[in-house]
């Protein structure tokens, strides 16, 4: 399908008014669907391992207005849209969303610093969020668009996160189905990578991420100011920039096949895929938690090596502390839940982790409500409580469940 789009007017010729009345009469609809075709196309030529076409494709949607209307929209209907990077701009006006879709382009693009903002993890440790201005958004959102469909049709297929139409949920499902049987793999490799998204070479990127070099390198190099000074970017790639979290998942992507390459290769070195469990390796990766599976602790410390391998080019380790070979009867915790098997029977529950951050997100809320009429304080907890209860409705919770209803009840006549 072939979707014509409108004549494009210089953004100087246009009053307030009229790229207010541009904004308001588009055609969301329209747009999606040009964007949706250009990108199916580009999804399909790199399936193909078509990549003259993929490139020819990318430049026409990186090229698209509909493509960059789609972008500013996007950076400003998310969560961030009222957080402004350095320059302290927030497009908030239809107006102001036009002309920045009119200015959006590749030609002479250069990118401003982040600004540094730290926001606390569940360890208790600080994480640094970089957040990029407006523009830089959107400019990093539209090149999204060209690999967010390259990604999905070459990453691996047992990788769940920042994905179309996959979950947490997903990964789980997958889990389940690799472990609950009477012969599932017994023995499983917890990966950490220590600093993920802080460490991986730019040297990587540059040579791996097929969009643009000039502006993914301006991405990459802009810099950050923190307490007023300016510093350098010379790795990793900032959390905060919509275009990180695709360029985090195509980094890892190709760690299925390196395992594959390892325990499954003929002699000739084609892929032995009538013996893929002989040794019982499934993969299941969420952003950088992953974990392995294998039929012996010998197997498993060959997966570490592999791993550690396919890591050593893009600028990561594996944390010795926190890369772990655990027996499944152990029990191990992957994305909120603690996966365990007794007596054969696999029972996975919400993890203690878990637990205890929801259980200190009710406490903080009933601390601070004092003063709160009872309405208040239940339309305030109760999404905290449905979404924690929904997140775990299908593992094994009722236990789990009483227990954070007792809790509860205890923290509120207390």
Known sequence: MNVREPEITSVTELTDKELTLRWKS?????????????????????KSGNWKT???LSRLLTRSFYAKLLSVRKVTTNKGSRT???DGVIWSSSADKMRAALQLTNKGYRAKPLTRKYILKKSGK??????????????????????GPIESATGDKTSFGFKPYRST????????????????????????????????????????????KRILKEFLKAGYIENYHLFPTEKGTPQGGPISPIIGNMTLNGLENALATRFYSRSDGTIDKSHRNKHKINYVRLADDF????????TALEIIDVIQAFLDPRGLKLSEEKTLVTNISEGFNFLGWNFRKYKGKLLPKPSKDSQKEVINKIRDVIHKAKAWDQDRLIQTLNPIIRGWSQYHNHAVSSVVFNKLDEIVYNMLIS
């Not at 588009?26 to 790199?46: F, G, M, P, T």
């Not at 830089?136 to 090149?143: I, K, N, Y």
């Not at 974990?291 to 010998?298: F, I, L, W, Y």
């Open 126 to 147: 600080l994480r640094p969020l970089s957040i990029p201005t407006m523009f830089d958004r959107s400019m990093q959102t539209l090149h999204s668009l060209v690999l």
């Open 169 to 212: 949920k997903d990964a789980y499902a997958y889990l389940h189905l690799c472990l609950s049987k009477k012969v599932s793999p017994e023995w499983i490799v917890e990966g950490d990578i220590k600093a993920c998204f802080d460490e991986i070479s730019h040297n990587w990127i540059l040579d791996n991420i097929p969009i643009d």
């Open 26 to 46: 588009i055609d969301w609809k329209r747009v999606k669907e040009a964007v949706n075709n250009l990108q199916s196309r580009i999804a399909s030529a790199a």
């Open 54 to 56: 993929v490139n020819k």
């Open 84 to 86: 402004p990077g350095i």
């Open 291 to 298: 974990v392995v599976t294998a039929d012996s602790p010998g």
